[in-house]
């Protein structure tokens, strides 16, 4: 079992910067690959980023690349998510996840568990 919360979502306008953290209980971190979500009003919940177990190897959707970047710290039992130039259609709650895995993927029906979420606004 592992519990995931996030917390640094907040107000950022738009060019700004925020740096979400997600904090994993329990002793077995670095047995997950570990996610980001989001999930704006109205629309489906879709991939951010994703990290290997290890921390060796990243991936992230088109729409964010080059702009986020995920990290872990698995002495720490964190995984990070650095969102630079954010844009108004990057407002959404955003969800840490994990999978008992390797590596990460990119749908949410792969990963065996949640966060409550954070919100992220971007005003326009």
């Known amino acids: 079992q592992v519990q995931l919360v996030e917390s640094g979502g907040g107000l950022v306008q738009a060019g700004g910067s925020l740096r979400l953290s997600c904090a994993a209980s329990?002793?077995?971190?670095?047995?997950?690959?570990m996610g980001w979500f989001r999930q704006a009003p109205g629309k489906e919940r879709e991939f951010v980023a994703g990290?290997?177990?290890?921390?060796?190897?990243?991936n992230y959707a088109d729409y964010v690349k080059g702009r986020f970047t995920i990290s872990r710290d698995n002495a720490e039992n964190t995984v990070h998510l650095q969102m630079n130039s954010l844009k108004p259609e990057d407002t959404a709650v955003y969800y840490c996840?994990?999978?008992?895995?390797?590596?990460?993927?990119?749908?949410?029906?792969?990963?065996?568990?949640w966060g409550q979420g954070t919100q992220v606004t971007v005003p326009s």
């Open positions: 996840a994990a999978r008992l895995a390797i590596g990460p993927r990119t749908s949410v029906a792969d990963y065996d568990y």
């Open positions: 990290i290997s177990r290890g921390g060796t190897s990243t």
């Open positions: 329990g002793r077995t971190f670095s047995s997950y690959a």
